[in-house]
């Protein structure tokens, strides 16, 4: 099993930056691929970035494309986001994830494991 703790949430305004965590253990980290996965209020879970195992390959929702950056310290077993620019739209409860799928993918599905998320406020 894999156990994952994200931080680094919190109240921001608009154009403002964050950088979210995402500490895992349990397993080889560098065995999965990480996602970040957000849920706004009333809204569904959805897929923000993801990156492979070895970090070499990246994903990103066209939404935060350009102003998010997902990557990761193996060594470490956390995986980061980057959040520049941050808009009021970003409000969301942010969850990191991980899949068995080495190469990286966007599929929620795919994803066994799931934090518990850190809320993330954007204010105008």
């Known amino acids: 099993q894999v156990q994952l703790v994200e931080s680094g949430g919190g109240l921001v305004q608009a154009g403002d930056s964050l950088r979210l965590s995402c500490a895992a253990s349990g397993r080889t980290f560098s065995a999965y691929t990480m996602g970040w996965f957000r849920r706004a209020p009333g809204k569904e879970r959805e897929y923000v970035a993801a990156?492979?195992?070895?970090?070499?390959?990246?994903y990103y929702a066209d939404s935060v494309k350009g102003r998010f950056t997902i990557s990761r310290e193996n060594a470490k077993s956390t995986v980061y986001l980057q959040m520049n620019s941050l808009k009021p739209e970003d409000t969301a409860v942010y969850y990191c994830?991980?899949?068995?799928?080495?190469?990286?993918?966007?599929?929620?599905?795919?994803?066994?494991?799931w934090g518990r998320g850190t809320q993330v406020t954007v204010s105008s």
């Open positions: 994830a991980a899949s068995p799928i080495l190469g990286g993918t966007r599929s929620l599905n795919n994803y066994a494991y």
């Open positions: 990156i492979s195992g070895t970090g070499v390959t990246t």
